[in-house]
């Protein structure tokens, strides 16, 4: 690539952060042939000239448009210029590439610079012994700190709390605090709330920022503190935090170890990505996808796959097995091998209703005694409703098409039998799961089609059979 590389006509993307993007918010092909071209012709000046603009959740964007080779190019191209927290905001296939080509050295130094609950998402997914190079190379505060949230469990409060956080005595006034807060240099960039504690570190009160900007400097803190406040033990799960946020509506909370000690703070940036990354795991594990990412090579999609798909053949063995046992019923009237895919998909869609909102409502916490049986009574009865309606409509079009309307009446009870085994395992399908410890999102899928699928097809057929005597 020529050193003389010139823009294609259009305005010039790298001296504003809004040009890299087109109208429609994609990253514009103009100003990503220019960081190309740059990388390629190792101007690595001007590499950092057009990523200088960008917020790190935009660089992150950037690397997941670029080739491997080019993702690494653009890091090493920067140099000390590269956020780290752009990594945090990428796909984890992609993360683990990048950071496994970096020398330990440079990604110390990227790490060193990070919030901890960020430093730890980079550091949670490497190999024990990069990660423990990595960490002897930090600072001592920073290294103990890290170590520290690194051994609480994976997807807890721990994992993902920030360390840094404001603490203060109750017995200071709030010109005390005032005074701290100028002259101390090692404090939070950002913070909504000051923790009040006692000498164990144990939380006495809270007093959120907009309480304390309003109050005269002589006031004690004691006298001003929120002393009802909610706390988050760093074992709890994320999503369990995630919960008492939306609970309460709450911007920070602190989180204390397993003595009551404030060990770190939640804020609300973080659960929105615990909120978003739960879900996300949710929708992937009803579709029998796994943690797969889009930027995954086709053997790891392959890999993650293909589990539950031996398992839908297995399933889809059982229901032809079903379908064989009426193979001289269908024999001897070929029309009910037409209409058999009708019943088994209304049920199978039906199913998959009841067993969305059931999935979700447990993943919620929603489902308390008399919660649940009315979920189980509204099933049925939407069961037993949308049955009848699609029974009459499904009935007269058989009716018509076929000369027929016994088969539509066979057809229609099979429609009504069906609908209600969908309403009805939709629910308890994933209420057994989540009994045995199972999640629901995993497996409700395989085993309501399977169900739904089997009785529709048995109903239909067998009807049919007893029906027309063809038995």
């Known amino acids: 690539?020529?050193?003389?590389?010139?823009?294609?006509?259009?305005?010039d993307a790298g001296t504003d952060s809004n040009m890299f993007r087109d109208a429609e918010g994609h990253i514009s092909p103009l100003w990503l042939e220019r960081l190309r071209a740059y990388?390629?012709?190792g101007r690595h000046d001007d590499v950092a000239m057009v990523m200088a603009p960008l917020h790190h959740s935009d660089v992150g964007d950037v690397l997941e448009q670029l080739d491997a080779e080019e993702r690494v190019a653009l890091v090493q191209a920067l140099g000390d210029k590269f956020d780290f927290s752009a990594l945090t905001e990428v796909d984890e296939s992609i993360r683990l590439e990048i950071m496994e080509a970096l020398p330990n050295a440079d990604i110390a130094r990227g790490v060193a610079e990070l919030d901890n609950d960020d430093a730890v998402f980079l550091l949670e997914d490497l190999e024990q012994q990069d990660r423990d190079e990595i960490l002897d190379a930090l600072p001592t505060f920073e290294r103990l700190a890290l170590k520290r949230s690194l051994d609480f469990p994976e997807e807890s409060a721990g994992r993902r709390m920030q360390t840094d956080f404001i603490a203060i005595p109750p017995f200071w006034t709030v010109g005390q605090v005032i005074d701290y807060l100028r002259k101390e240099k090692d404090l939070p960039d950002e913070f909504y709330q000051l923790y009040v504690v006692d000498a164990a570190y144990k939380v006495q009160g809270t007093l959120p920022l907009d309480k304390f900007l309003r109050a005269q400097r002589a006031t004690k803190i004691d006298a001003i503190m929120n002393t009802s406040f909610e706390l988050v033990k760093a074992e709890e799960d994320q999503e369990e935090a995630a919960r008492t946020?939306?609970?309460?509506?709450?911007?920070e909370v602190g989180v204390v170890d397993e003595s009551g000690r404030l060990v770190g703070v939640l804020t609300i940036d973080d659960i929105v990505d615990v909120i978003h990354e739960e879900a996300d795991e949710d929708i992937k594990l009803l579709a029998g996808v796994g943690d797969e990412d889009v930027s995954d090579t086709t053997v790891d999609t392959v890999k993650s796959r293909v589990p539950w798909l031996v398992?839908?053949?297995f399933t889809a063995v059982m229901v032809s097995f079903v379908i064989g046992l009426f193979g001289a019923t269908i024999d001897q009237m070929v029309a009910l091998a037409v209409l058999m895919p009708i019943v088994a998909s209304m049920?199978?869609?039906?199913?998959?209703?009841?067993?969305?909102?059931?999935v979700r409502a447990l993943a919620m916490r929603e489902l308390d005694g008399g919660r649940l049986r009315r979920l189980i009574r509204r099933e049925m009865v939407v069961g037993v409703v949308n049955g009848v309606i699609f029974a009459i409509l499904i009935g007269i079009v058989t009716a018509l098409r076929y000369g027929d309307y016994q088969l539509g009446i066979v057809i229609g009870l099979a429609m009504v039998i069906n609908m209600i085994?969908?309403?009805?395992?939709?629910?308890?399908?994933?209420l057994t799961l989540d009994r045995l410890k199972a999640d629901p999102a995993i497996a409700s899928a395989v085993f309501v089609t399977t169900?739904?699928?089997?009785?529709?097809?048995?109903?239909?057929l067998g009807i049919a059979g007893l029906w027309f005597g063809l038995f």
């Open 421 to 430: 085994v969908a309403g009805t395992f939709g629910i308890l399908v994933p």
């Open 451 to 460: 169900i739904t699928d089997v009785i529709g097809f048995f109903a239909f």
């Open 311 to 313: 398992v839908n053949l």
């Open 1 to 11: 690539m020529s050193d003389d590389f010139d823009l294609p006509p259009g305005p």
């Open 245 to 251: 946020f939306e609970r309460y509506d709450l911007v």
């Open 347 to 358: 049920g199978g869609n039906a199913g998959a209703q009841t067993m969305t909102v059931t």
């Open 39 to 41: 990388l390629e012709a």
